[in-house]
């Protein structure tokens, strides 16, 4: 008897044991949830009458889009797009969104976050000043603010502002610059600027191993970027200039509404779309700032003090040795606020630009009242972009890393 | 030591929870109760309740607007005060829930909403594929155009080439699409997710032309900077019968809220009004006594009280009186009866007779 | 000659005054050198002549758009604004002469007016008059509790904390709902009876008397037996009816529905966020997994589609009949919401621990949760308060997208208030948003003040 309980008391002592144990219990109580969730569903869909089915997404789609990158992509008609076309418009505009959002917020972002370190204390008074108003404003409020102020600054839709020396134009119905027309055979330029990248990569890359091999590499000079302009040049001209401009065309004759920019000559940039942008780059611009300004603070001060005095100017230390330092500290929270901002995409719904919240989940649902698989296709797409930006910046982050030899 | 913070963290945990699922838990308590009795009926579940669940627009001054106190009025807010007189006979008995166009049928098919008076066009789709029903018309409406009377415009047809704003989700979309292919002519839309910012955007000058109900046009234009600079344009591009909607599959409710309606209209036809619907009562009429339940059994074959249209007339009104009220010429909406008006007037409002 | 020099030859015996400092170093000039024109008045040579030219630009730049903002604001703000409405003209008082009021075209500024009249509908909300007082009652109770637990000065924090994170959120629930819950009184006595006989279970197996398998559990089953009885005694509490008029979610909105959302989700989201972080460190590759899942899934979703979900998708998912407050639902999307972003900033604080740190407590004998709770937490959440505090502010700030799902938070309650045509003016919504944005700087900023002063005074605490 004392002997069984004492084998029994060891066996639930065991931090193993008892880990399996809770683990079990873990995973069947998750299984039961779930399972209650699906029955409640089913159940639920089936009082009112739904089933559950993708077949939606051939159905044609009969609402009109305003005109962006998605709708000119897959070429939109009201009548023949499916909503398929409409799910790929809205993953379109956000991707738009979110690339371009990014590349500005960063290059906005680590200026502000320097000039926060500045001795000039008009840039970091400035720079202060920027990032405590943006950080605590909330994005909708920006938002709103944004769109407002620039439809209230932008000439009416029947004035415009010349910019590029009239090659483009600006007005409240948006930023209109020329747009590329590809003829038959621009295909032919098209692959041979891959071959030109193919091959430099290679060069590069051979060079490389050279210098690791002889301690000497290749003198390649400006032959790479040479390369890389030349060779689609070429191409570009011996099948006879297959490519052409559309330009923005402005009329001020004519009926009234047909007065202004016209819609299908050159390309278009909604002033929705800018607001979006301008204020999503801003606000993560701010983060972005707080985070450069974190990872600069926290590379030692030696480090700074030892390349002054090996005679390098502040911006070549800053260059050179503090911010490779500091992208080590930086690129996590990067990571996230590169995250937030696809996310915060979302809200762009507010102002009409047609994202994928506002047209598929939003539209397009409310015309085929599919709950559950749309939002189940957002919520998967979303969570998609965000497994994608994590890899990339880990792979980068895994490049920056200090390699301890 | 150790026990008094374990106490104190298991009473931290406790009161989270309790602060959480506090309000949650006690309808559930209760609802379980009424799902004993019987599944699944909204008449019940709305008698367990206590009030009804009215899913309204966001702000829509005539049909659903809220006050700054936050008490609701409109020709729509009356329709869910009328279903509470019916049930409960207090028209206060109501919950108002604002709802974007874009949230409206999920919160209704949800269950969140018993139902849906949010100026809501009834189509063949949202009967069929949305598993809705809709119980009435209590406003008949069409698509029109705002447009600057700056431009000039005259009519929809020289609309070729023009900016559009409307709001999303809605079936404006829809018409204005079809109306622009249908006539040869091309055209932007600018879709915003809530009234408000259409508007604003709009009065900025985004868009030539303000998409919507003309009802809606004329709500709106109030909020314009300069309501007289713009025109309503006189085409029509759609048919919008607007009314109260419940979810598929329960005849009863679907029938209360129906008839809620038609007590309103049939109210005006007979000319009783809050004023008169006491004295009305014991009226020569039989069709009066019957719609004030002096006469026959008709409330309770609804499953109501049979001075349920009493409740109705005498705390809300009658159809005519909401209409004056809310949306007519003496508003800021100014809308005239048109096809709004009684059958018996030259308009097409015809209720089903009780009897 | 050269003898007479000799002679003079000059031997200093006392010490000369020391020289001023270069004027450029010292008082004003000095400052201004250090601050604004040692980075622009280098020309020594082609390159930094650039650089210093491009320093100046920005300065003479940067300097004109702040002071143009500046006074742009303060002009908006005070000195062109519209004050008051005293003969009760409403929009007209903020309409130019083109509108048809009395102000001069191209008048551009708040109109203050519009506010005071909307004032109680963007605090409260639609919550009835005559019972403002509950919350302004429970708002001192709030901040007078907050002060106190924060100002370092003031005896028994400890104490009022708790009190804070206890009994504070009970009156609160009471005062603003008016508690007049219905409840089933059979089935919570038998709960209390089940709790009560729990907890006793629990004291006899710790003493050894039900078994060993017991005793090695009696922590656990103590615990669940005090979290069921101070849940039931709880509902008991909140289902007495104190003669206040029942107030639901309903009729709340403005800055109390924002507060209320903010703060229920950042009590709630930091133990939810520190338990999902030691999950996601666990050795148990289950719980590992499920908490990576769960925070991973909620960082990677937009706000917007889980409010939607919360708000008219949950009963899909809920047996027939049960429904939850929609307010309760926003909470909960906000806090899981929140939570998980909270898990990270605390795994990051876990992972910058020193591993002697785990190794020590372990080599002392404590358990793993006195480990966490005695060494491991404790710093681990002092290192990454800013990250903390600035999910907290991301928290606040959030509580913004409620109003898309048709809460009247406190931008909710602003863009209502912009529907009413008696106040429609030009200026009507950005006098709305400066408000309203003036409110949340108000928040955010203060809470990220009071960041700053604990890291600074933790870290000096650290240091000696």
């Not at chain 1, 044991?17 to 109580?29: D, F």
Request: aromatic fraction near 12%; glycine fraction near 10%; hydrophobic fraction near 50%.
């Amino acid at each position: 008897m004392s002997f069984d309980s004492n084998n029994l008391s060891t066996l639930i002592r065991d931090s193993r044991v008892r880990n399996i144990g809770y683990q079990i219990i873990i995973i069947l109580a998750l299984i039961l949830s779930v399972w209650w969730l699906i029955d409640n569903t089913t159940t639920n869909l089936g009082n009112r009458g739904k089933s559950l089915g993708f077949g939606f997404l051939t159905q044609t789609a009969g609402f009109e889009i305003s005109h962006t990158l998605g709708t000119w992509l897959f070429d939109y008609k009201v009548g023949i797009s499916t909503y398929t076309d409409i799910y790929f418009i809205g993953v379109t505009n956000t991707l738009l969104i979110a690339i371009l959002g990014i590349f500005f917020a960063s290059l906005i972002g680590f200026s502000i976050g320097i000039m926060r370190l500045s001795s000039n204390i008009v840039l970091r008074y400035f720079a202060t000043a920027y990032v405590e108003v943006i950080r605590n404003i909330p994005l909708l409020l920006q938002l709103f603010f944004w769109y407002f102020a620039v439809l209230g600054l932008l000439p009416k839709a029947r004035s415009k502002l010349d910019i590029f020396g009239g090659l483009g134009g600006l007005n409240i119905t948006g930023l209109y610059t020329p747009a590329p027309v590809f003829e038959a055979g621009f295909g032919y330029v098209a692959s041979s600027f891959f071959v030109a990248v193919a091959a430099s990569i290679a060069i590069i890359q051979f060079s490389k191993y050279r210098r690791d091999q002889t301690g000497k590499g290749l003198n390649l000079g400006l032959f790479v970027p040479s390369l890389l302009i030349c060779l689609p040049g070429i191409v570009f001209f011996l099948v006879g200039s297959p490519l052409d401009w559309s330009l923005p065309v402005f009329k001020d004759t004519g009926p009234i509404f047909k007065r202004g920019f016209q819609p299908d000559q050159g390309m278009v940039l909604v002033p929705e779309m800018l607001a979006v942008l301008l204020s999503l780059t801003l606000y993560t611009a701010g983060f972005i700032a707080e985070i450069v300004r974190a990872g600069i603070l926290a590379v030692s001060k030696g480090q700074t003090e030892a390349a002054h005095s090996l005679g390098l100017g502040s911006g070549i230390t800053l260059r050179l040795v503090v911010i490779p330092q500091a992208m080590r500290i930086i690129i996590p929270p990067l990571t996230s606020q590169y995250l937030n901002l696809t996310k915060n995409s979302s809200l762009a719904v507010a102002i009409a630009y047609p994202e994928l919240v506002s047209i598929f989940a939003g539209t397009a649902l409310n015309q085929v009242g599919k709950e559950i698989e749309m939002i189940f296709m957002v919520m998967t797409t979303y969570l998609g972009f965000s497994l994608i930006t994590s890899l990339f910046m880990n792979w980068f982050n895994s490049r920056v890393k200090i390699v301890e030899r | 030591m150790n026990k008094i913070l374990m106490a104190a963290i298991a009473l931290v945990v406790g009161a989270g929870a309790g602060f959480v699922v506090g309000k949650g838990e006690k309808e559930v308590v209760e609802v379980e109760k009424v799902a004993e009795k019987s599944a699944s009926s909204t008449m019940d579940a709305v008698k367990a309740k206590g009030h009804v669940q009215c899913g309204v627009s966001q702000g829509l001054p005539g049909f659903s607007n809220a006050d700054d106190a936050g008490n609701w009025t409109g020709i729509d807010v009356d329709v869910c005060r009328g279903i509470a007189a019916a049930v409960f006979g207090d028209s206060s008995k109501v919950k108002y829930t604002p709802l974007s166009s874009k949230q409206r049928f999920t919160a209704l098919a949800s269950g969140e909403i018993d139902v849906l008076s949010r100026n809501t066009t009834w189509t063949m789709t949202r009967d069929t594929q949305l598993g809705l029903n809709f119980a009435g018309v209590n406003y008949y409406d069409g698509q029109g155009f705002l447009v600057p009377k700056s431009l000039g415009v005259k009519s929809a047809l020289e609309m070729d080439g023009a900016n559009v704003c409307s709001q999303t989700g809605t079936t404006t979309e829809l018409n204005v699409t079809d109306f622009f292919r249908e006539n040869g002519m091309k055209f932007n839309l600018v879709a915003f997710e809530e009234a408000d910012a259409v508007v604003a955007a709009y009065d900025a000058g985004r868009c030539d032309v303000y998409t919507t109900d003309r009802s809606g046009l004329a709500a709106q234009r109030t909020k314009l900077t300069n309501p007289d600079e713009h025109m309503v344009l006189p085409e029509i591009i759609s048919k919008e019968p607007l009314g109260p909607v419940v979810r598929q599959g329960d005849d009863q409710w679907f029938n209360i809220v129906r008839w809620t309606l038609r007590a309103m209209i049939n109210a005006e036809e007979m000319g009783i009004t809050s004023g008169n619907a006491k004295s009305k009562a014991n009226d020569n009429n039989p069709a009066i006594k019957r719609l004030l339940g002096t006469e026959g059994k008709f409330g309770e074959e609804l499953g109501l009280s049979n001075d349920w249209a009493m409740n109705i007339i005498s705390q809300v009104g009658n159809y005519g009186e909401s209409y004056e009220a809310h949306v007519g010429p003496n508003t800021p909406l100014k809308l005239a009866r048109g096809v709004n008006e009684l059958w018996s007037k030259g308009g097409i409002l015809y209720a089903a007779p009780i009897r | 000659m050269t003898q007479k020099f000799q002679q003079d030859v000059f031997v200093r015996t006392v010490e000369a005054d020391t020289l001023p400092p270069p004027a450029k170093e010292t008082g004003v000039m000095g400052w201004l050198w250090r601050n604004l024109f040692s980075s622009m008045m280098n020309y020594s040579s082609f390159g930094l002549s650039f650089k210093s030219l491009l320093m100046a630009l920005f300065t003479a730049l940067f300097f004109y758009i702040g002071f143009t903002q500046i006074v742009f604001l303060i002009d908006f703000i005070f000195v062109s604004a519209v004050w008051s409405d005293p003969t009760g003209i409403k929009r007209e008082a903020c309409w130019t002469v083109t509108q048809g009021g009395a102000l001069p075209d191209g008048w551009h500024a708040a109109c203050w007016p519009f506010i005071f009249a909307k004032l109680k509908f963007v605090i409260y909300g639609p919550y009835p008059i005559d019972e403002l007082w509950r919350v302004n009652l429970t708002g001192i109770f709030g901040l007078v509790g907050l002060l106190w637990v924060l100002l370092s000065f003031l005896p028994y924090r400890k104490q009022v904390g708790i009190a804070m994170l206890t009994v504070y959120p009970v009156i609160a629930f009471m005062l603003l709902t008016g508690g007049a819950g219905k409840i089933d009184l059979l089935s919570s006595s038998s709960m209390i009876l089940i709790s009560l006989s729990l907890i006793t279970i629990g004291r006899l197996s710790k003493r050894g008397f039900l078994g060993i398998i017991l005793q090695e559990f009696a922590n656990i089953i103590g615990f669940l037996g005090w979290a069921l009885i101070s849940y039931e005694v709880l509902m008991l509490l909140l289902s007495i009816d104190f003669g206040l008029e029942p107030v639901g979610t309903g009729d709340w909105g403005g800055l109390l529905i924002t507060l209320v959302v903010a703060i229920t989700g950042i009590v709630v989201s930091l133990p939810v966020g520190i338990l999902l972080a030691l999950g996601r460190r666990s050795d148990m590759p289950v719980a590992r997994l499920l908490c990576t899942v769960f925070i991973e899934f909620w960082r990677g979703v937009p706000l917007i589609s889980v409010l939607f979900m919360a708000s008219v998708m949950i009963p899909l998912f809920l047996p027939e009949g049960v429904n939850f407050d929609k307010l309760v639902r926003a909470l909960i999307g906000v806090m899981l919401f929140s939570a998980a972003y909270m898990a990270e900033v605390v795994r990051g604080g876990l992972q910058a621990m020193d591993k002697g740190q785990y190794e020590a407590a372990e080599a002392m004998g404590l358990t793993y949760w006195q480990s966490m709770r005695l060494i491991i937490l404790p710093q681990a959440l002092t290192h990454v308060i800013p990250g903390i505090v600035n999910t907290f502010i991301g928290l606040f700030k959030d509580t913004t997208l409620v109003s898309i799902i048709g809460l009247f938070d406190l931008l909710g309650a602003g863009k209502s208030a912009i529907a009413d045509a008696s106040w429609s003016s030009p200026v009507q919504a950005i006098t709305i948003y400066l408000f309203v944005a003036l409110i949340f700087f108000a928040f955010c900023f203060g809470m990220s003040r009071y960041s700053i002063y604990m890291e600074n005074k933790l870290s000096k605490s650290r240091s000696h």
